[in-house]
């Protein structure tokens, strides 16, 4: 059972940037894939960005690649998400997900989600 708990969203102007962190409770967070999700109103959720269990493989939607970059650290069980030059079509919820099936971009094949947080980005 993993446990997942996002934040540091929030407000900001286009051109900006935001660093979201996602805590995970539980002893196996390092055999888990982290992946990024975000959904935005009438939408369908999108896939953002995963990393696989090491860290050392990433995957980017291409809607961020360049702007967006996923850290983890598996000694402090956290994933983070640094967001550079915002757009306003990057505002929505963003969730964080673990998977046990590996760097997958699509999310039945996750099985933990957190709650999620709010970016919103002004023009």
């Known amino acids: 059972q993993v446990q997942l708990v996002e934040s540091g969203g929030g407000l900001v102007q286009a051109g900006g940037s935001l660093r979201l962190s996602c805590a995970a409770s539980g002893r196996t967070f390092s055999s888990y894939a982290m992946g990024w999700f975000r959904q935005a109103p009438g939408k369908e959720r999108e896939f953002v960005v995963v990393i696989n269990w090491s860290g050392g493989n990433t995957y980017y939607a291409d809607s961020v690649k360049g702007r967006f970059t996923i850290s983890r650290d598996n000694a402090k069980n956290k994933v983070y998400l640094q967001m550079n030059s915002l757009k306003p079509e990057d505002t929505a919820v963003y969730y964080c997900?673990?998977?046990?099936?590996?760097?997958?971009?699509?999310?039945?094949?996750?099985?933990?989600w957190g709650q999620g947080t709010q970016v919103t980005v002004s023009s």
């Open positions: 997900a673990a998977s046990g099936v590996g760097d997958s971009d699509s999310p039945r094949d996750y099985h933990y």
